[in-house]
């Protein structure tokens, strides 16, 4: 059996809260059991990002705070640097602060793995989720 090992993470609270009313609601027995199932997911679906030199297609979901200063400036600026990489965007209002963005890819997986890097780590940036698949 493998050892276990014992991390501490720091939450704002409205996050943290929303995460335990989610897990309780599946049915979670603990906190520390859902956070290693989230973590689990998230890497098993980074693990596109190794293919580095197929092609790939699919889709990368943004949701960001537009009042963030120079973000969609920046935003805009990432994707006509990748402008090979991107068939199509659409972007959605979702309310007076937030946005989404979906944006279509095909291309090299490491050029898409850079792509989604560069836009997950910017300022403002809520949420990143890659649909990515090999063809």
């Given at each position: ?5 014992r991390?501490?993470?720091?939450f ?20 520390s ?27 990368i ?9 120079g973000?969609?400036?920046?935003l805009t ?18 309310g007076?602060?937030?946005c989404?963005e979906?944006i ?21 940036v809520?949420i ?8």
């Amino acid at each position: 059996m493998s050892k276990i090992v014992r991390v501490g993470v720091t939450f704002p609270p409205d996050l943290l809260k929303d995460f335990d009313d989610i897990i309780q609601k599946m049915g979670y027995e603990s906190r520390s059991k859902a956070i290693q199932d989230a973590v689990r997911l998230y890497v098993s679906e980074r693990k596109w990002l190794k293919e580095v030199d197929a092609k790939q297609t699919g889709v990368i979901l943004m949701v960001y705070d537009h009042d963030t200063r120079g973000l969609e400036s920046n935003l805009t600026e990432a994707q006509h640097h990748h402008s090979e990489l991107i068939s199509s965007t659409m972007h959605i209002h979702l309310g007076e602060h937030d946005c989404l963005e979906v944006i279509a890819v095909k291309g090299k997986g490491s050029e898409i793995r850079h792509l989604s890097d560069d836009l997950a780590t910017r300022r403002g940036v809520k949420i990143l989720k890659s649909m990515i698949i090999s063809i």
